[in-house]
């Protein structure tokens, strides 16, 4: 079975970095696209980026200047980093995996339980 | 980016209930949308892809339709389990979500 786990700091100052980690097991993360979102207090919902099978990446332009999805694939984990934090950042943040057909990432199929960053001084 | 107008952003309803869940994007999106469910536990699951295909072991009384820019989910007979926030993602482009739909218990 697939599962994905995040791990990560609860609490971030502003003006701080964000590194998050999220572990799957079940499934070769050199498979498939691999994706963060997060969800705002409040219920708003947004896609952050992904990395694929090969390492390719792609970002939420509103994002672009201050994020990065990298991996790990010997540990079978990807990670987000989100730099520049501030309290708007302030979210639970999801790691996912995407429904890949071999043409096109569709949907988000698995996902991991989310962990609650409050970003504050 | 293309912006997703979910209604209603709350819904009371009560078992056995026929309920239905809209969502109309800025602009046309190719039937590529999809519907989540998220449990008061903060779990998430999708229930249909592409417009209208069901997610693997999803109930049958989940359904999807639309076109162009409208698109809904129908809940043909509200189960205990079903009381939950919902979803829709569009992924024409860039994917962006609707602001939700809280369905509750009348």
């Known amino acids: 079975e697939v599962q994905l786990q995040e791990s990560g700091p609860g609490l971030v100052k502003p003006s701080q970095s964000l590194s998050l980690t999220c572990s799957v097991t079940?499934?070769?993360?050199?498979?498939?696209?691999w994706g963060w979102i997060r969800k705002f207090p409040g219920n708003k919902m947004e896609w952050m980026g992904y990395?694929?099978?090969?390492?390719?990446?792609s970002y939420n332009p509103s994002l672009r200047s201050r994020i990065s999805i990298t991996r790990d694939t010997s540990r079978n984990q990807f990670f987000l980093q989100l730099n520049s934090l501030t309290t708007e950042d302030t979210a639970t943040y999801y790691c996912?995996?995407?429904?890949?057909?071999?043409?096109?990432?569709?949907?988000?199929?698995?996902w991991g339980q989310g962990v609650m960053v409050t970003v504050s001084s | 980016d293309i912006q997703m107008t979910q209604t209603p952003s709350s819904k009371p309803a009560s078992l056995g209930e026929r309920v239905t869940i809209s969502c109309r994007a800025s602009?046309?999106?190719?039937?590529?949308l999809n519907w989540y469910q998220q449990k008061p536990d903060g779990t998430i699951k999708p229930l249909i892809y592409?417009?209208?295909n069901l997610q693997s072991g999803v109930p049958s009384r989940f359904s999807g339709r639309g076109s162009g820019t409208d698109y809904s989910l129908t809940i043909s007979s509200l189960e205990p389990e079903d009381f939950a926030m919902y979803y829709c993602?569009?992924?024409?482009?860039?994917?962006?979500f609707g602001a939700g739909t809280k369905l509750e218990l009348k």
């Open positions: 079940g499934y070769s993360i050199t498979s498939n696209y």
């Open positions: 990395i694929s099978y090969s390492g390719s990446t």
């Open positions: 592409y417009t209208s």
């Open positions: 996912t995996r995407y429904y890949y057909d071999g043409y096109y990432p569709h949907y988000f199929d698995y």
């Open positions: 602009q046309g999106i190719n039937n590529y």
């Open positions: 993602q569009q992924y024409d482009s860039s994917p962006t």
